[in-house]
């Protein structure tokens, strides 16, 4: 606005510059008594104060120039408005509580090396005494028989923690996707560097913790299998020795009957 009113001020002026010095020597007086005027004065005095109207506007142009350059550095040092961060701790707390069943096994057996020393391969069991002529002892035939129980427990826990952390991450979805929108809706109102590269963060920490759910669930899926393989693979061990100790042996023929 204010640049507007001194541009209608020099065209004001000019205007009187080129009307008083158009033809300096039409003019006459109208009357004996008027004064005569100093056109070369006046015209000196008219330029002198379009210079001065012209050294002013542009002084306010550079302050306005400094004002936008202040602004725009406020702007680019301010923070974020609005810091929306993800509970990335809680939320794999939780979810681990639901699918973690190793330290159950850890907590009952000792190590997960006595849960894995529980199952054996073909050839441990083929020098096992149940596989054996002789026969084993009521303490080895229940060790034999307690393999049997924890692999059928271990897998029954598995799959059990599988679906519980797939109904927690159903339930997690519209609470992550609650919080993708408040973090894009915050993200669109950035008005400097600094709060963009604030909420640009905030995104990626947005993005890490869905990918530490993603192996949270990965885990939980390769417990499962991992549990029922180790369970299968000692099942099969198991019929490998008791299939080899049925075929060993030795053939003697039966004394002729006469009839």
């Not at 004001?12 to 007086?29: E, F, I, S």
């Not at 991450?169 to 993200?187: C, E, H, K, P, W």
Request: with cysteine; proline share 2%.
């Amino acid at each position: 606005m204010r640049s507007k009113f001194f541009n209608k001020v020099v065209a004001a002026q000019v205007a009187l510059v080129m009307a008083a010095t158009a033809a300096p020597g039409v003019m006459t007086p109208a009357y004996a008594v008027m004064a005569v005027i100093d056109t070369a004065n006046l015209r000196q005095t008219v330029i002198s104060s379009i210079e001065n109207v012209a050294q002013t506007l542009k002084q306010i142009q550079q302050y306005q120039m400094q004002l936008q350059q202040y602004e725009n550095m406020l702007q680019n040092t301010a923070a974020p408005a609005a810091h929306i961060w993800d509970q990335a701790t809680t939320t794999m707390n939780q979810l681990r509580g639901s699918i973690d069943t190793l330290n159950y096994y850890k907590a009952n057996l000792g190590s997960i090396d006595a849960y894995l020393g529980k199952f054996k391969d073909t050839a441990a069991y083929r020098g096992s005494p149940c596989y054996s002529p002789t026969g084993c002892t009521a303490a080895e035939w229940a060790a034999m028989k307690d393999s049997e129980r924890l692999g059928s427990e271990s897998q029954k826990k598995a799959t059990d923690a599988l679906f519980r952390g797939l109904d927690r991450q159903q339930d997690a979805m519209q609470s992550d996707a609650g919080q993708l929108q408040r973090l894009q809706s915050a993200a669109q109102d950035a008005t400097g560097q600094m709060q963009a590269i604030g909420y640009a963060n905030q995104l990626a920490s947005h993005q890490g913790n869905q990918l530490l759910q993603i192996r949270g669930l990965l885990i939980a899926q390769q417990n499962a299998m991992a549990t029922r393989s180790q369970a299968l693979a000692d099942r099969e061990a198991k019929e490998a020795a008791a299939s080899v100790q049925l075929r060993t042996g030795t053939y003697r023929a039966s004394t002729a009957t006469g009839w």
